[in-house]
């Protein structure tokens, strides 16, 4: 997980959304609530001054002390911690409350009002001390023309109480609803592109051998299953033109097999001709040799076209790799020994698997006719089948020139040769191990090579076993050298 992955990324944008969606919704949320708080505490407080001024009223008729007595009665300001100062126009306090009881706040620091206007005033005030208040005044004039000044104040932090509570609210469910947010976005993506996660397994899966098989298609609807759906569309394109190129390589060879062979013919007949000099009949019999070279190369190519196509009918059966092995060693030892080779050949005696016998002898052939043709004079040549856990295992091994460890990674490739002249004299053209490769691959098998030059070649052929075959608990593979593997 890269913090440049679309699901990284997706869940980042998601979560900074979702924490400035919340801090806009928190702000609005306390702003709103102060709003509220205020007003509602400025509603009260006018109803209370409202309810004095009607005292005011009475105020003429009645004897001295009676407002001070009323308002402590009916609101106890000195035990609620609330403000009420009543003030005549010429600066006469008439009545103030007393200073409220554990708190610094001197009522009489608070500043008198300037001037006595008809509104309705609410203010914020801070007396010198104490915390901020929040003061509403209220101006009246009674019957007989006496005009007063009615300020009725609770303390500000009443209302920042209740919106700190907000603010700490907000600090703690903030990050974790971002982070249960984020987490919850992360899984849902996860899930979400989990289809695309399959489709790239299956889509790394589809190799030039197997591309009959298509990507899962995504029934969702929406970009994903038009993806699946033209990934699919492009593989069969890719599929069609494969085919074409198959069927057009055995085509060709197929074309190139009756002339070559009527040429061949016809050049055996002419070599026989006994009025012709010993000259013309040598450049003859080389000519020959190259028909003979080209045949073989065509009939090669035929091979592996029909195989690339799966135009090969794999005649498969259950059959004895050991014997098989041991029976074509046999054929091929004369080869071997016409160049001084001395060939061993150590089977298990029973190692079954199923396979098309013809074409696995041809493996076969490739292996031990490359073995001779690379090992010189009076080297070793060796043939071991046995079968490892629930693998057969076909060796071939010599101790001839070896393969450069540049070229390892290229001999399965068509037409590749690691020293040019001498597969030339060998009448090689880079075909053998393609072949070898195409038949492992159509029989699931795998195909390695361990070489260290100048000292031998190591081929081995890894299949499944059939199951009628007994596995011998052994372990063996080569373990030193370079490793070229070509897997199915
Ligand atoms: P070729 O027909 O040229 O032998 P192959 O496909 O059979 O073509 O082999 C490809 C190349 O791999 C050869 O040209 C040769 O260089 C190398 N090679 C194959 N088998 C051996 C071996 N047993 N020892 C050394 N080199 C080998």
Redesign the pocket.
């Known amino acids: 997980m890269t913090i440049h992955s679309i699901r990284v990324r997706l869940t980042l944008w998601y979560a900074g959304l979702l924490a400035g969606s919340l801090v806009l919704f928190g702000l609005l949320v306390y702003i709103g609530l102060k709003q509220y708080l205020v007003g509602n505490a400025a509603t009260n407080l006018a109803e209370q001054s409202r309810s004095i001024t009607q005292l005011l009223a009475e105020l003429p008729m009645k004897r001295p002390g009676f407002l001070a007595q009323e308002i402590e009665e009916a609101y106890a300001p000195e035990a609620n911690g609330n403000f009420i100062r009543v003030t005549r126009s010429q600066g006469t306090v008439v009545y103030i409350s007393g200073d409220a009881k554990g708190d610094s706040f001197k009522a009489s620091e608070v500043p008198l009002k300037q001037g006595l206007s008809n509104d309705d005033t609410v203010r914020v005030v801070h007396p010198f001390g104490g915390g901020a208040w929040l003061i509403e005044s209220l101006s009246f004039t009674d019957p007989g023309g006496n005009r007063f000044l009615v300020e009725s104040g609770i303390p500000y932090a009443r209302i920042e109480n209740v919106l700190n509570g907000l603010l700490r609210m907000l600090a703690v469910y903030l990050p974790l609803i971002v982070s249960v947010g984020g987490f919850g976005g992360y899984c849902l993506m996860r899930r979400s592109l989990q289809p695309v996660d399959e489709i790239t397994t299956r889509a790394e899966g589809i190799t030039s051998t197997n591309l009959s098989q298509r990507l899962p298609v995504i029934k969702s609807g929406d970009e994903l299953e038009r993806l699946s759906a033209s990934l699919n569309r492009m593989i069969a394109r890719l599929d069609d033109t494969f085919q074409h190129i198959h069927r057009f390589s055995a085509d060709a060879s197929h074309e190139l097999r009756t002339p070559l062979t009527i040429l061949q013919l016809e050049l055996e007949e002419i070599v026989q001709n006994p009025v012709l000099s010993p000259q013309i009949v040598d450049q003859i019999g080389s000519a020959l040799e190259e028909t003979q070279r080209l045949s073989r190369i065509v009939e090669n190519l035929l091979t592996i076209s029909k195989l690339d196509a799966g135009e090969v009918k794999m005649e498969k059966a259950t059959l004895n790799l050991a014997e098989l092995a041991t029976s074509t060693a046999e054929q091929m030892k004369l080869l071997a020994e016409e160049k001084s080779l001395t060939m061993t050949c150590k089977c298990d005696p029973s190692v079954y698997i199923s396979g098309d016998e013809t074409r696995l002898k041809q493996v076969i052939v490739?292996?031990i006719?490359?073995?001779i043709?690379?090992?010189p004079e009076g080297g070793e040549i060796g043939v071991l089948v046995r079968s490892v856990q629930n693998t057969a295992l076909l060796k071939?091994f010599?101790n001839?020139?070896?393969?450069p460890v540049s070229?390892i990674p290229h001999?399965?490739e068509r037409f590749?040769?690691?020293?040019k002249a001498?597969?030339r004299d060998?009448?090689?053209?880079?075909?053998?191990?393609?072949?070898?490769k195409a038949i492992c691959s159509a029989h699931g098998a795998e195909v390695m090579v361990v070489?260290q030059e100048g000292k031998?070649?190591t081929?081995i052929v890894e299949m499944p076993l059939a199951a009628v075959s007994r596995p011998a608990q052994t372990s063996e593979r080569e373990s030193t050298g370079y490793v070229s593997q070509e897997r199915r």
Not at 400 to 403: E, L, P, R, S
């Open positions: 490739n292996l006719a490359n073995a043709s690379y090992t071939v010599d001839g020139v070896g393969i070229a001999i399965f590749y040769r690691a020293d001498r597969s060998s009448g090689g053209a880079g075909l053998g191990l393609a072949i070898v070489s031998g070649s081929f």
